[in-house]
């Protein structure tokens, strides 16, 4: 794998990779190339069938053995990996590799993986009590876990970690609290050197960006350049700072600060204190004492990420002493393990609330646990993509259907299935975006698909659980059709083409799974252009324009016809 590096000018540690995969260049990528569907797969006459069409291309084409883990991340869009934790990275990356070409996850396939990943963690910097729980839990979890449809066991793994890693980050993403009256205080806390100053000229700035008007207060007076620090950084982010010199308590000067932010209305007054070299008693009690003036509505410990589990252990300590409501994790851009990011909720109970990632003062994130979780995984769309599937078709199912598509016996009652599954997974698009090439599917084309779910799903339910299992009886009298339309408040016209469309569907079907069995990958964009084409043919003239499509399928497809006179002549 080849990484090529941006490095940007305003940070020094920062930089990013678009990750390459060389066995994924041009000769590799052509064996992946779509191959033209035949033309039956693009004259689909109901939004619904392309929508079943479409998720089944879908699993399909993540299912087939050719597309890997790393190729799926690599191709998909926005597939930009940091370096950030690119140890811990490429640690669990050996572990998916490990389970790649399994059926299923056991006992016994999940035991070399999860010496991979309780390594990675390990080097990561994380504290070994955690890294227990943690590959117990994921352990758990994986062995015996039924198969979803389309997602192969390597990514069911992924999957899993990323949630526990986010469990472990502590699941919920943790807001700053405001004050409901008078100014917010937020005290900052900190050893030597961590980044509390800067942080506090950040976090001005990027409250400053939520609208709310904000006061620095220089409380640090042992060490003089902090003050003129601050006012540096103060004017910078054009927010005004309160200092007092050197000579005044501490806790005097956040006294006297707090007092002018409120002449001043100010809405957040963010206060610096002293770091020392190390925790010590007269550190602890000068911020006991700050605390007592000031009565917080946030303690926040900026500690450096670097330091790895010593910022746990940090921020556990600090808790104890003074009580705090969070933590920043400084300088996180540096830190390529992981340790303090994975340890700090889990060891100390308390949230990372904000990260630093850089020096600049635009440099100051909100912390999300999940998107921290897809960032050390860097595969958030492999992600999305077996969350979606999970949801939406068990296995079992999923077997069924095949088979029954093979015996050319997919019924109503499939067809039903298919057309809500395809519904509780929301916006289709979420899914086609995920393909590469499919993320253009308009807003309008998904409106219209979704209508005529609705309109499929009331006409199936109106028919008799006979018809459902035959689709030939309606296919053979009209008067059952005309029945259908009667009690789903549709036309007798869309009966029949429904009728119609499943038969072609049994039809297309099949080809699809001859293709997939071919192990070449199903013309995605074909379809997207066919549903751009469909889009824009004025009402009527779709479905006229269609039919030698049509004909020319039934004309192929001699297994799965139906007699189908009586309503042939109608549609
Ligand atoms: N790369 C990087 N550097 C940072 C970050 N935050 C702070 N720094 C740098 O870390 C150094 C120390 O930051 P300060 O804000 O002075 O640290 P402090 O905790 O106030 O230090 P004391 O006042 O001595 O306690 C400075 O050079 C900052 O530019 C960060 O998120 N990323």
């Avoid at 003050?227 to 006294?255: F, H, M």
Wanted: with cysteine; hydrophobic share 40%; proline share 4%.
């Amino acid at each position: 794998m080849e990484a090529l590096h941006f490095s940007t000018v305003a940070s020094r540690h920062f930089s990013i990779s678009l990750s390459h995969n060389r066995t994924f260049s041009s000769s590799a990528y052509s064996t992946h190339k779509p191959t033209k569907l035949s033309s039956s797969w693009t004259g689909s006459s109901f939004s619904s069938s392309r929508n079943n069409l479409f998720t089944n291309e879908i699993w399909g084409w993540v299912n087939s053995k050719s597309v890997s883990l790393r190729r799926c991340r690599d191709i998909l869009p926005g597939m930009v990996r940091a370096e950030m934790f690119g140890q811990l990275t490429s640690g669990l990356e050996a572990a998916w590799s490990k389970v790649k070409g399994e059926e299923l996850l056991t006992k016994e396939n999940i035991v070399e993986p999860m010496r991979d990943i309780r390594r990675a963690l390990l080097e990561a910097d994380v504290s070994l009590p955690v890294v227990r729980r943690f590959v117990q839990a994921v352990t758990d979890q994986a062995v015996g876990l039924g198969v979803i449809r389309g997602v192969r066991p390597d990514q069911q793994l992924v999957k899993i970690v990323h949630d526990e890693l986010v469990k472990l980050m502590g699941g919920e993403f943790s807001e700053l609290v405001f004050a409901k009256s008078g100014p917010t205080v937020i005290l900052l806390a900190g050893l030597q050197g961590v980044g509390k100053t800067t942080v506090c000229a950040k976090l001005a700035n990027y409250l400053k960006k939520q609208g709310k008007s904000c006061m620095l207060v220089a409380g640090d007076v042992y060490r003089p350049a902090a003050i003129d620090q601050l006012a540096i950084l103060g004017k910078q982010v054009d927010v005004p700072v309160y200092t007092a010199g050197t000579d005044v308590k501490p806790s005097e000067i956040a006294r006297q600060g707090l007092e002018e932010a409120k002449k001043k209305n100010i809405d957040v007054v963010v206060v610096d204190t002293a770091g020392r070299l190390q925790i010590n008693k007269s550190m602890m009690d000068e911020l006991k004492e700050v605390k007592q003036v000031l009565n917080p509505t946030e303690i926040l410990l900026v500690v450096d990420a670097m330091t790895g589990q010593e910022a746990a252990a940090l921020v556990t300590t600090f808790n104890l002493e003074i009580g705090i409501t969070g933590a920043i994790l400084s300088k996180l851009d540096g830190d390529s393990r992981g340790g303090a990011a994975l340890s700090v909720k889990e060891v100390s109970g308390k949230p990372i609330k904000l990260v630093g990632r850089g020096e600049r003062m635009e440099d100051l994130e909100p912390f999300y646990p999940d998107r921290m979780a897809g960032r050390i995984l860097g595969m958030g769309d492999v992600l999305s993509f077996v969350e979606k599937s999970k949801e939406v078709m068990q296995q079992e199912d999923a077997e069924e259907l095949q088979k029954k598509i093979m015996s050319a016996k997919f019924d109503f009652n499939d067809f039903l299935k298919q057309t809500r599954s395809v519904a509780r997974m929301g916006s289709v698009s979420r899914v086609i975006g995920m393909i590469p090439g499919m993320a253009k599917v308009t807003p309008a084309q998904i409106r219209d698909a979704e209508k005529n779910l609705q309109i499929t799903e009331a006409m199936i339910e109106a028919m008799t659980p006979e018809e459902r299992e035959k689709p030939e009886l309606l296919a053979e009298s009209p008067e059952r059709r005309k029945r259908v339309a009667q009690d789903s408040g549709k036309t007798e016209q869309q009966v029949s083409q429904l009728v119609a469309q499943i038969f072609q569907m049994r039809v297309r079907m099949k080809n699809l799974l001859g293709v997939m069995e071919g192990g070449s990958m199903p013309a995605l964009s074909n379809l997207e252009e066919s549903l751009k084409t469909e889009e824009k043919a004025p009402p009527g003239t779709a479905r006229r324009r269609r039919r030698p499509e049509s004909r020319k399928q039934f004309a192929n497809s001699t297994s799965a016809r139906p007699d189908a006179r009586g309503f042939a002549s109608e549609s």
